[in-house]
């Protein structure tokens, strides 16, 4: 194409600058095929059914579902598929951050100075929720300031929009079509009105991210109104944030574990690795649990050799009984952590290591 571009310019400027003329065409061939790339690379739905017909039988489901017709005209008014959302879903991460970079970003000067801030503000309601549903204040706060930065950023997308959108494609559509379902029934059980409802392009919703599912499993109207509002009302949001740790096995008496200090020796290292190593890790949320060890009491840490990480003696447990397990998210030379129940509850929020971890080292400094 280009060639045959050349040959026609250099017929039609014979007098003129050959070189110009060569350029333009090179520079709109370029263009050409951008263009060519950009609408070959479109993300559009895959499903051979029309929108309108898939969205019609998609109606009458809900309408057996309890859903009124007046929020069904509400919702999905001139809505159509939203292409970024397709786009999202279907990209592959790229995880090129280190355990250290994660770390460091989601527990920085700056988040760690505006949670204090935060707590502040809203202490008056962060408290008295977080006493009433028996989980730290500032673990639910930790959750909110990695989840929307404290509120500040729930998404933009329109969660009946991008839902529509997600079951409608057919990759994951019976998943997302469950989550359309709800995130109506919300709708129709008036806790927020049909434009104030946005969040994540995946769905997940207000300022703790909780997908439509989750909402009625977890969400708490934690100032008796009636509505349970994780978009404007902290009040909500901190009781179903605590709500949510609490159902999953919350222990208000305990933390979420602490850094330990190890035998310098690296050897030694891998000989306690490879003595507490669990071969069968749970099934829920295995991807992070398969790189925790076998639980061990405190005590039997301390006989193992692993202390605190001043050198001081692991804590002495009367009352109570602590397991823990052996967490070293950045291998055999990084930091080592010993985790314990509350730490599993909070990769029921998130199944990520470094996501629990940042949420706990985090708590730590918002003390």
């Given at each position: 194409m280009v060639i045959k571009n050349i040959i026609i310019l250099i017929q039609k400027y014979k007098g003129r600058s050959l070189i110009r003329a060569i350029f333009l065409s090179f520079i709109s061939t370029i263009l050409s095929?951008?263009?060519?790339?950009?609408?070959?690379?479109?993300?559009?739905?895959?499903?051979?059914?029309?929108?309108?017909?898939?969205?019609?039988?998609?109606?009458?489901?809900?309408?057996?579902?309890?859903?009124?017709?007046?929020?069904?005209?509400?919702a999905f008014k001139d809505l159509t598929p939203n292409?970024?959302?397709?786009e999202l879903?279907?990209?592959?991460?790229?995880f090129t951050q280190t355990a250290e970079q994660y770390l460091e970003r989601r527990v920085s000067p700056l988040r760690i100075k505006n949670g204090r801030s935060k707590m502040a503000e809203f202490a008056e309601v962060l408290n008295p929720s977080a006493r009433d549903i028996a989980v730290q204040?500032?673990?639910?706060?930790?959750?909110?300031?990695m989840e929307t930065n404290y509120g500040t950023y729930t998404g933009n997308f329109n969660i009946v929009r991008s839902l529509m959108t997600l079951a409608y494609d057919m990759r994951r559509s019976a998943f997302f079509r469950k989550e359309l379902l709800k995130a109506l029934t919300i709708l129709e059980e008036g806790h927020i009105a049909p434009d104030k409802m946005i969040g994540s392009w995946a769905g997940a919703m207000g300022q703790g991210q909780f997908m439509p599912t989750s909402f009625f499993a977890y969400a708490y109207d934690m100032d008796g109104d009636g509505r349970k509002d994780i978009w404007t009302n902290e009040a909500d949001v901190f009781g179903s944030i605590g709500n949510y740790l609490s159902v999953h096995g919350w222990r208000p008496d305990q933390t979420w574990g602490r850094e330990v200090k190890l035998p310098d020796d690296i050897g030694e290292r891998q000989a306690l690795v490879d003595l507490t190593h669990e071969p069968n890790p749970p099934r829920s949320c295995k991807r992070a649990l398969k790189d925790h060890s076998k639980k061990y009491s405190l005590d039997e840490w301390q006989e193992m050799g692993v202390r605190n990480l001043d050198g001081s003696d692991l804590p002495k447990v009367t009352n109570t009984n602590i397991e823990a397990t052996l967490l070293m998210p950045m291998g055999i030379e990084g930091p080592a952590y010993l985790t314990y129940?509350?730490?599993?509850?909070i990769l029921t929020y998130n199944c990520s290591n470094l996501y629990a971890l940042g949420v706990s080292l985090l708590s730590d400094e918002l003390k």
């Open positions: 095929f951008t263009f060519f790339v950009a609408h070959a690379q479109r993300q559009v739905p895959d499903n051979p059914v029309p929108f309108d017909a898939w969205l019609e039988e998609f109606k009458a489901e809900a309408r057996t579902e309890g859903i009124s017709d007046q929020i069904l005209d509400a292409e970024k959302v397709v879903d279907r990209r592959q991460p790229e204040k500032r673990f639910i706060a930790a959750i909110w300031g129940q509350n730490f599993r509850s």
